[in-house]
C-alpha cells in the first residue's frame, strides 16, 4: 500500500494544542479475525440459551472453562513470585526437554543423542511463527503448503513472514473424510523439497486424521520427494485421548529418518490458553548444529517478543516432569477427550433418532475437538440466527462446546437447517424431483414456509 | 535446486564449514563436498520392508551460529570468574544491596491473591487485558488526560517493551513503507535488531557526546532537521539505555518543536517509569509534553523493570491518535499484526499489573518500593560519584555520574579502558562503557571508583 506522503503534510505551527496532526487516516479497520468475530457475536446476543461452537476452547459438562486440577497443582509448587534471571533459563530449558520427550518419545534417538533445537514459545502460534521467519531467512524462496482446509491464522502467519502458501488435497467433501488419493498426488507434483505443514492429529478444521498406513505412505513418499514436513501439534492427546497415540504420524516420520520441526502447543491439552505455552523444536544431524539452530530461532524471537512468559512455561515443565502430577495431567487429558467422543456420540445418535436421512456418520468418524459439519454458510447462518448457536462460516463445530444438556437443542436445530438438504435427500430416495418445494415441518413445533425453485435431474 | 544440493551435502559436521561465508546463515550453495561418498543412500530396515532409501540430511544444514548477544556475554564470563571482588555491572537487572534479585513485596502479595483468586485461564482478546490496557494507558498519559477522556488512544497489551516495539514496527512497515525510523547514538542494542526484522529502514540521529560524557544537544536536533519528513523518531521517555542522559524540561521542549516542524512522528520507548526518578508522573513528563501539544504519538510501555516483571513479559503499545475513529482502526490493525504473531497476549502479567495499579492501597505500595529502587540507585551514584572525587586528584570532572539518570552510566570509559576494568579489577561491564547501577551496591563504590580512576588515567 503506497500512500502518497502529501496527502498527509500537515500544519507546520507548533504549539496549538486544538490543532491535530493526523497521521492514521489511511489505515483501514482490520478485517475481524472469523474465529473471534464468532465470539463477539455470541457475547453480544442477549439471548439466555445461547450456545458458542466456535472457539476450540475446552468445556466441562457444565458449559464452563476448566482449570485443570494438574495445573492447580503445579501452581502450588511453582512458588508463582521466584522468577529470576538465573532460573528462567534453566526453566526454558526443562521446558524444552520435557516437550521434546513428550512428542517425540522419551526413549527416541533424537532425545538421547540431543539432536533438536528447541525454544520455549507463545504457544503454538508462537512456535509456527517463529518457525516461518526460520524458514524465509534460510530458505527465502520457498512456499509452504497448507492442507485445505487449514486452521484459518496459518495462512497469515506464513503470510506476515513473508512466505507464500500453496494448498494440497486434504478434506473430502462428499466423503466428510480424507482424499487420500490426491493428496499423495499434491504431495508427488510439488517441487522437491518442499515444505508442507501437517496436523498429526485432531486436524483443525475438519478433524479428519489419515490412518496409520497412510501416514507410512505419506512418510515414505516425503522421504523420495526431500520435503520437509513441519508438523503443527495443537491437540496431542485430545485425539484419542492417548498422548503417545495421538504423537504415532510424528514418530512414523521419525522412524523413517526425516528431520523434522515441530510445534507444540499446551493450550488445550493443559488447559493453560491465557499462557501461552508451547515449544518449537527442529530436529538436526547433531548436537553441534542443534545449537546453531537453536541460536537463530532465539535471534529471531528475541526481536518479537523477547522471551516467552515464565509463568506458564513453569507450570508446563512442572506437570511433566513430575510423575505424579504427569499421571493426574493424563487422566484429565482422557477424561476432556472421552467427553468430546461422548458428544460426538450423542450427537450422532440424536440426529438419527430425529429422523435425519442424512449421513452424519462423519461426527463420529471425525477426531479432536472439531467437526467439519458440511452445513452450509446459509445453515450456519439460520443457525446463529434463529436458534443462537454459533459457529464458524465453514461449519466447523467445536465439539467442546457441546454439552448433555444442549446436545438435544443443538441436534434438533441443525436438523431443523438441514431440512432442505433433507427434502433433496429424500427426494433422491424416492425417486421423484420437484419444482418448487415446500412447507417443512420442523421439530421444534412451528411450520416454517420456504419457497424453494429446485429442479432435481435424477 | 537448493533441495538436491543440498541432498548431496555430506551430513559430517566439517562440511558445513564450506557454508562459512553464509550472511545471517543464508545458504551459499556454490560449494558442495562432492568428495565424500555418497552418505544419504542407507539401506535401512523399517521392519515392514527392507529398502534402500535416502535418509534425510537436515534441510538446515550450514546454519552457523548467531552472533551473541554482548550484554549476556557479559554476565557468563562474570560467573566464569572466581575472584572475590569481581562485579557484575553488565546486565541491567535491579539488584538490592546484597547484590540479589529483587521480587517486589507488591508483586508476591499479588501473586498470592491471583492464586487464590484461581481465575480461569482463558484466551484473552487479540489486544489484550481490558483492565490492564485501561490502567496501562492511564498511567502513562494520566486518568485525566484528554487524549483518554476522549478515547483517542489505540492501547494493546504486549509482550514488555520487546513485544510492543515489535507490533509498532510492524504497523510502521505496513503503513508507512519506506518511511526511516531514528534511533539514538548509541541506544538499546536490540532496537536496531527489531526494526530490521521488521524491515524497518532506520538510521542514527546524534546523542551521545563522549567529550562532555553528555547530551549532544546540537548534533541530535540537526540530525533531527536533517531526516526526511515524516521520520520516526525513537525516544527514550526516561532514564536513556545505556548512556543514562536525559533531555533537561527546555530542551525536550525544543525536540517537540523540530518534530513538529518537520511532520515526524516521535515514537516513545518507556522502560523506566518511575524507576527513573522514583515518580511514576516526573518520568513520564515528557511523553505528556508532546501529548499536550495535540501532537499524534506512539509509546511503548514495560513493566519488565519498574515492577520486576522481567519474566512475565508485560508492556504495551500506545497509539495516541486525532480522533477515537482513528484509534478504533490502528487498534483493529494492531490486533491484526499480533494475532499471526501470537494470537493472544499471556495473562498473568497483565493480570498483575491491572490489580496492583487498579487497588490503590497496593498502588501506594508500589509507589513506595519504586521510590526505594530509584532510592538506592540515587545513593549509589552519590556514592560513586564521592568516591570519585575524593580519590582523583586530576581535577576531572565526575559530575555526569549524578547528572545522568537511571539504571544505567555511561563512564566515557573507551575499550582498552573498560577491558582493564574487566581484566585487572574484575569489573564486568560492556564494552561501550556502560555500567548498570543496579548491580553496584554502597559497599563497592570505593573499589569501583579505584578501577575507574586507574583505568581512566593509565591506560589510553
Known sequence: MIISRFLRRGISTSTSPTRRRSWWDHVTPALKDPINAVTDAFLADPCPYKINLGVGAYRDDEGKPVVLQCVREAEGKTGATNFLESTSTAISSKLVEESAKLIYGEDSDVIKERRFAGIPALSGTGACRIFAEFQKQFYPDSTIYFPDPTWSNHRNIWGDAHVPDRTFHYYHPDSKGLNFVALMDDVKNAPDGSFFLLQPCAHNPTGVDPTDEQWLEISSLFKVKNHFPFFDVAYQGFASGDVERDAQAIRIFLEDGHSIGCAQSFAKNMGLYGHRVGCLS??????IQAVAIKSQLKQIS?????????HGISLVSKILSNPDIKALWLKEVKVMATRIQRMRATLREALERLGSPLNWQHITNQVG???????????????????HIYMTHDGRISMAGVTTKNVDYVARAIHEVTASDRDIKILHNIGAYKVNTDICSTSLGTKKTRARGMNLAL | MASTLLSLASATPSASLCFHEINKGKLNLGCINKEKTNPF?????????SMVVASNVSHFEGITMAPPDPILGVSEAFKADDHELKLNLGVGAYRTEELQPYVLDVVKKVNKLLLEKGENLEYLPIEGLAAFNKVTAELLFGADNPVIKQQRV????GLSGTGSLRLAAALIERYFPGAKVLISSPTWGNHKNIFNEARVPWSEYRYYDPKTVGLDFEGMIADIKAAPEGSFILLHGCAHNPTGIDP????????????????HIPFFDIAYQGFASGSLDTDAASVRMFVARGMEVIAAQSYSKNLGLYAERIGAINVVCSSPEAAARVKSQLKRIARPMYSNPPVHGARI???I????ALFKEWNAEMEMMAGRIKNVRHKLFDSLSSKDKSGKDWSFVLKQIGMFSFTGLNKAQCDNMTNKWHVYMTKDGRISLAGLSLAKCEYLADAIIDSYHNVS
Open chain 2, 41 to 49: 543412500i542407507k539401506a535401512k530396515s523399517f521392519g515392514r520392508v
Open chain 2, 353 to 355: 499489573v491491572a490489580n
Open chain 2, 357 to 360: 495499579v487498579g487497588d490503590s
Open chain 1, 369 to 387: 475437538m472439531f467437526c467439519f459439519s458440511g452445513l452450509t454458510r446459509a445453515e450456519v447462518d439460520q443457525l446463529a440466527k434463529e436458534f
Open chain 2, 248 to 263: 533537561t524540561p527546555e530542551q525536550w521542549g525544543v525536540i517537540a518543536d523540530v518534530i513538529q516542524e518537520k511532520n
Open chain 1, 282 to 287: 527442529i530436529l538436526c544431524n547433531d548436537k
Open chain 1, 302 to 310: 528475541n526481536t518479537m517478543y523477547g522471551s516467552p512468559p515464565i
Open chain 2, 154 to 157: 489505540a492501547t494493546v497489551q
